[in-house]
């Protein structure tokens, strides 16, 4: 079981409070971009097999969005932040790489 | 007018704890800048309360409040005062970027008594009810079955619960069951 703590309300919610956002810090193309930026943003997905940096919505509670940074494999929770960034947290990047020493930092 | 009913209609169930139909409660709904001084002086004027903290709910003579969200509080009071308040609140906020909405017809409030009321909720609820984490003074906004309902202690036997009118004869069913005799575990109790 996924136990994300909100960074809205603080509340430890278990994932069936949550709701998946997919995949997070995504840069959007929209009208006007080239069909490979769209294509990229409108398909193209890490998929990653380790850390992974999502999105997600606690929908049961507050209804506030949230990111969350965790492992695919293990699951293991790295950590939460706030919606409004578009990136992770220096601090955040620098823990994770401190449990796993051969992630090589978040890239777009 | 028609006559205002509440959802089960002052419905009662005595099992292990007592559910019970809280009859009609005023709710509004008020959106905004939680950290603005304005805000927090209109409520304080509407009902006499200051602003709770994340997840605090308080209650007064007036009625109560209860932290919903970083931009959303709720506040109690009587059914028929709700729109007094909706206007008191509008007038005292006039130019602020704010929204004051009765909700009052939009939920279900029930109460629960006993001394398993942590217990009942835990049957259905994510939330960790154990009374080292969820204290008196908090409102927790969970899920209860499939549905969302929102619930705190109001005393440490009595809990109270709202949730959207739509699923509240469901909400109310479930309770009842969850509440029936010899069915909880005795968990939070045995330590």
């Given at each position: 079981m996924l136990i994300l703590t909100c960074p809205?309300?603080?509340?430890?919610?278990?994932?069936?409070?949550?709701?998946?956002?997919?995949?997070?810090?995504?840069?959007?193309?929209?009208?006007?971009?080239?069909?490979?930026?769209?294509?990229?943003?409108?398909?193209?997905?890490?998929?990653?097999?380790?850390?992974?940096?999502?999105?997600?919505?606690?929908?049961?509670g507050c209804g506030k969005w949230f990111h969350a940074a965790r492992c695919t494999t293990t699951l293991e929770v790295f950590g939460t932040y706030p919606a409004q960034t578009t990136e992770p947290p220096a601090e955040l990047i620098e823990k994770i790489k401190q449990k796993r020493p051969d992630f090589e930092g978040f890239s777009k | 007018m028609s006559d205002a009913v509440s959802v089960v209609n002052g419905a009662q169930f005595d099992g292990a704890v007592q559910v019970r139909d809280a009859g009609l409660v005023g709710m509004v709904t008020l959106r905004g800048d939680l950290d603005s001084q304005e805000?927090?002086?209109?409520?304080?004027?509407?009902?006499?309360?200051?602003?709770?903290?994340?997840?605090?709910?308080?209650?007064?003579?007036?009625?109560?409040?209860?932290?919903?969200?970083?931009?959303?509080?709720?506040?109690?009071?009587?059914?028929?005062?709700?729109?007094?308040?909706?206007?008191?609140?509008?007038?005292?906020?006039?130019?602020?970027?704010?929204?004051?909405?009765?909700?009052?017809?939009?939920?279900?409030?029930?109460?629960?008594?006993?001394?398993?009321?942590?217990?009942v909720i835990a049957k259905g609820s994510p939330a960790d009810l154990s009374p080292e984490a969820f204290k008196q003074g908090e409102m927790r906004r969970s899920r209860l079955g499939q549905v969302a309902v929102a619930f705190w202690l109001s005393a440490p036997d009595t809990m109270e619960l709202v949730c959207f009118r739509s699923v509240g004869a469901f909400v109310y069913d479930w309770l009842c069951v969850a509440a029936a005799e010899d069915t909880l575990p005795e968990y939070f109790n045995a330590g």
């Amino acid at each position: 079981m996924l136990i994300l703590t909100c960074p809205n309300c603080g509340v430890a919610a278990d994932e069936t409070e949550l709701s998946a956002g997919g995949e997070a810090h995504l840069t959007r193309y929209g009208a006007g971009s080239s069909d490979a930026d769209f294509e990229t943003y409108m398909f193209m997905r890490k998929n990653a097999r380790g850390v992974h940096f999502e999105r997600w919505r606690h929908s049961y509670g507050c209804g506030k969005w949230f990111h969350a940074a965790r492992c695919t494999t293990t699951l293991e929770v790295f950590g939460t932040y706030p919606a409004q960034t578009t990136e992770p947290p220096a601090e955040l990047i620098e823990k994770i790489k401190q449990k796993r020493p051969d992630f090589e930092g978040f890239s777009k | 007018m028609s006559d205002a009913v509440s959802v089960v209609n002052g419905a009662q169930f005595d099992g292990a704890v007592q559910v019970r139909d809280a009859g009609l409660v005023g709710m509004v709904t008020l959106r905004g800048d939680l950290d603005s001084q304005e805000l927090a002086k209109a409520v304080k004027s509407a009902i006499g309360l200051t602003l709770p903290d994340a997840r605090g709910v308080k209650a007064g003579t007036k009625g109560g409040v209860a932290w919903m969200s970083p931009d959303e509080l709720l506040l109690f009071c009587d059914y028929d005062e709700a729109d007094a308040l909706v206007a008191k609140l509008d007038k005292a906020l006039a130019g602020e970027h704010f929204l004051a909405v009765n909700g009052s017809d939009a939920r279900a409030s029930f109460t629960l008594t006993g001394a398993g009321v942590r217990e009942v909720i835990a049957k259905g609820s994510p939330a960790d009810l154990s009374p080292e984490a969820f204290k008196q003074g908090e409102m927790r906004r969970s899920r209860l079955g499939q549905v969302a309902v929102a619930f705190w202690l109001s005393a440490p036997d009595t809990m109270e619960l709202v949730c959207f009118r739509s699923v509240g004869a469901f909400v109310y069913d479930w309770l009842c069951v969850a509440a029936a005799e010899d069915t909880l575990p005795e968990y939070f109790n045995a330590g």
